[in-house]
């Protein structure tokens, strides 16, 4: 028997709660078949959590999930770009046609890349500071010293999953037009991984102070907003502070899901709650940063 879990015909930050609900029980009882025939687009955020999933179930022990991709050429012809069936090959029974050459992708500063050690953020800042100095400053309008901030928010953020996790993560960085959400054009780093979750990882420290109020919620609160981290040394949690106070600064985004809570901190022109709670279960922890154009701009 497959238990087949349906991907959105959109797959990004605001759907994947729609993934987590077809997963059903945590851990899946049976084979899952992960239907992504009618996806039309995906978010490197949606990409990244597809990849996370696949790896909860392999480190999990249990068999590889089968996994339909789309039928849209465009869907597969980006997918492609971003390197997602490269990896996704890992961890599932890939079905479907893909493209053998992935061409070029202008849009995608960084295609999903495996977060492993601290090795791999120092390649992957390295290999996304040019570019992106030039997309802030030409594109987005921001200051110069505005790029020195970018690395260390893409830094930070990769970090959380090296100190926390307990396992591999995936990181990519794009820039899109937002015609319906924002009407100008942004930057977002999306990082997944399959680990631990922020309540486990403050479970020892936290757990006792919080009391009958302690979950997930409660733990991303610690973390984001009070600068809590589960290592006694001084200065650590101040990461996502960091990335807090910059993203503040240019008007950004920062929201971070795990387990079954989402924390979003925004400036004006988001929408999202602060706070959801009682979300369908999905593995591990997903981040999106968002940082906008300081004025509205073409594509």
Same mark, same amino acid.
């Given at each position: 028997?497959?238990?087949?879990?349906?991907?959105?015909?959109?797959?990004?930050?605001?759907?994947?709660?729609?993934?987590?609900?077809?997963?059903?029980?945590?851990?899946?009882?049976?084979?899952?078949?992960?239907?992504?025939?009618?996806?039309?687009?995906?978010?490197?955020?949606?990409?990244?959590?597809?990849?996370?999933?696949?790896?909860?179930?392999?480190?999990?022990?249990?068999?590889?999930?089968?996994?339909?991709?789309?039928?849209?050429?465009?869907?597969?012809?980006?997918?492609?770009?971003?390197?997602?069936?490269?990896?996704? &090959?890992?961890?599932?029974?890939?079905? +479907?046609?893909?493209? !053998?050459?992935?061409? *070029? %992708? #202008?849009?995608?500063?960084?295609?999903?890349?495996?977060?492993?050690?601290?090795?791999?953020?120092?390649?992957?800042?390295?290999?996304?500071?040019?570019?992106?100095?030039?997309?802030?400053?030409?594109?987005?309008?921001?200051?110069?010293?505005?790029?020195?901030?970018?690395?260390?928010?893409?830094?930070?953020?990769?970090?959380?999953?090296?100190?926390?996790?307990?396992?591999?993560?995936?990181?990519?960085?794009?820039?899109?037009?937002?015609?319906?959400?924002?009407?100008?054009?942004?930057? &977002?780093?999306?990082?997944?991984?399959? +680990?631990?979750?922020? !309540?486990?990882?403050? *479970? %020892? #420290?936290?757990?006792?102070?919080?009391?009958?109020?302690?979950?997930?919620?409660?733990?991303?609160?610690?973390?984001?907003?009070?600068?809590?981290?589960?290592?006694?040394?001084?200065?650590?949690?101040?990461?996502?502070?960091?990335?807090?106070?910059?993203?503040?600064?240019?008007?950004?985004?920062?929201?971070?899901?795990?387990?079954?809570?989402?924390?979003?901190?925004?400036?004006?022109?988001?929408?999202?709650?602060?706070?959801?709670?009682?979300?369908?279960?999905?593995?591990?922890?997903?981040?999106?940063?968002?940082?906008?154009?300081?004025?509205?701009?073409?594509?």
């Amino acid at each position: 028997m497959m238990h087949v879990v349906p991907v959105p015909t959109s797959l990004d930050d605001k759907s994947l709660d729609a993934l987590a609900q077809g997963l059903g029980s945590w851990p899946p009882p049976e084979r899952l078949l992960v239907d992504g025939h009618g996806t039309t687009w995906a978010s490197p955020y949606g990409l990244a959590s597809l990849l996370t999933l696949g790896q909860a179930i392999k480190e999990l022990g249990r068999p590889k999930p089968q996994f339909n991709a789309p039928a849209s050429d465009d869907a597969r012809s980006y997918w492609a770009r971003t390197g997602f069936f490269r990896h996704a &090959v890992e961890y599932y029974d890939v079905v +479907g046609k893909i493209p !053998r050459r992935a061409g *070029d %992708a #202008t849009d995608v500063l960084l295609p999903l890349t495996p977060i492993r050690a601290a090795e791999d953020i120092h390649h992957v800042v390295g290999k996304v500071q040019e570019s992106a100095t030039r997309i802030l400053t030409s594109e987005l309008k921001l200051e110069a010293k505005a790029t020195m901030g970018f690395a260390m928010a893409l830094s930070e953020a990769c970090q959380n999953v090296v100190e926390h996790a307990g396992t591999g993560g995936w990181v990519a960085v794009q820039t899109y037009f937002w015609k319906r959400r924002l009407g100008r054009k942004v930057v &977002v780093i999306a990082v997944g991984d399959a +680990g631990i979750g922020f !309540r486990k990882s403050l *479970d %020892a #420290t936290e757990a006792r102070k919080v009391g009958e109020r302690w979950s997930d919620g409660a733990a991303l609160e610690s973390a984001l907003l009070h600068g809590v981290s589960r290592f006694p040394d001084p200065g650590r949690g101040q990461g996502l502070a960091g990335i807090k106070r910059y993203l503040a600064r240019w008007h950004g985004k920062i929201s971070i899901r795990s387990g079954t809570a989402r924390l979003s901190v925004g400036a004006e022109w988001d929408d999202d709650v602060p706070l959801a709670e009682h979300l369908p279960f999905f593995p591990g922890t997903q981040l999106q940063i968002t940082i906008p154009a300081q004025e509205p701009s073409g594509r």
